[in-house]
């Protein structure tokens, strides 16, 4: 036994490392496995784990244009909710974020396969994640099979995330359920505030934003 141990200072821990659950990083190192071994995949899953949001602007277009097609001022509610939802969340998340304060998986893992920009932000929860998961249950609220869309594109940006090196499976699956609780949970309070504006809207000028042209 070394006779300095009990007098050594303690060794100090590095701040915050982010420490990944043995479960968590085991999925990571498997998917990541994955994705070195299928490099004809990789353009595809970087362009949309970098830019597969914009198909979620695009549903929540369609939820829109569906929604003033019907003159369904709840589904309508609902659909700009959704869109509002993912902001909410997103700035939830930057707080818990900032909190949990998660290292990203390549900075506990330098031998990790990543196929976009490092970042030196936080890892947990998933801001991609997140806007989707809201985007996918304001959808859902409105019209159940965009909603079903939205949630399996939603998956995809999940595990894309991963793929690319960005992100643990962890963190991806808390982004997901946060955005969608957060949508959820809001939303009859957001309805009770969006529904007299938007009735008040298709009585106004601008009502062709909420409801069909008159023939």
Same mark, same amino acid.
């Given at each position: ?44 899953? &970087?362009?949309? %784990? ?19 097609? #019907? ?12 869109? %509002? ?20 998986? *390549? ?35 409105? *019209?159940? #099979?965009?909603? $079903? ?8 940006? $999940? ?8 992100? *643990? ?23 009770? &505030?969006? #529904? ?17 042209? #008159?023939?």
């Amino acid at each position: 036994m070394s006779s300095t141990g009990s007098s050594a200072a303690p060794r100090r821990r590095p701040a915050r490392p982010g420490k990944a659950e043995p479960v968590d990083a085991s999925l990571f190192r498997t998917v990541n496995r994955l994705a070195a071994r299928t490099g004809w995949a990789h353009p595809l899953f &970087i362009a949309y %784990a970098k830019y597969g949001v914009v198909l979620f602007a695009a549903l929540l277009l369609a939820g829109w244009w569906l929604a003033r097609r #019907r003159a369904d001022v709840d589904g309508m509610a609902s659909v700009i909710w959704g869109g %509002a939802g993912a902001l909410v969340a997103l700035g939830v998340a930057q707080q818990i974020g900032h909190a949990v304060d998660r290292a990203r998986p *390549y900075a506990v893992m330098p031998a990790a396969h990543v196929l976009i920009a490092r970042t030196s932000d936080f890892s947990f929860p998933s801001d991609h994640a997140t806007a989707v998961g809201a985007v996918a249950a304001g959808l859902w609220l409105a *019209y159940r #099979r965009l909603g $079903a869309i939205a949630a399996g594109l939603a998956l995809v940006m $999940a595990f894309a995330r991963v793929y690319v090196g960005a992100h *643990y499976p962890g963190d991806v699956a808390a982004g997901l359920l946060l955005g969608a609780a957060i949508t959820v949970a809001l939303q009859p309070v957001a309805a009770r &505030i969006l #529904r007299p504006l938007l009735g008040r809207l298709a009585q106004s000028p601008l009502r062709n934003l909420v409801v069909p042209r #008159r023939a």
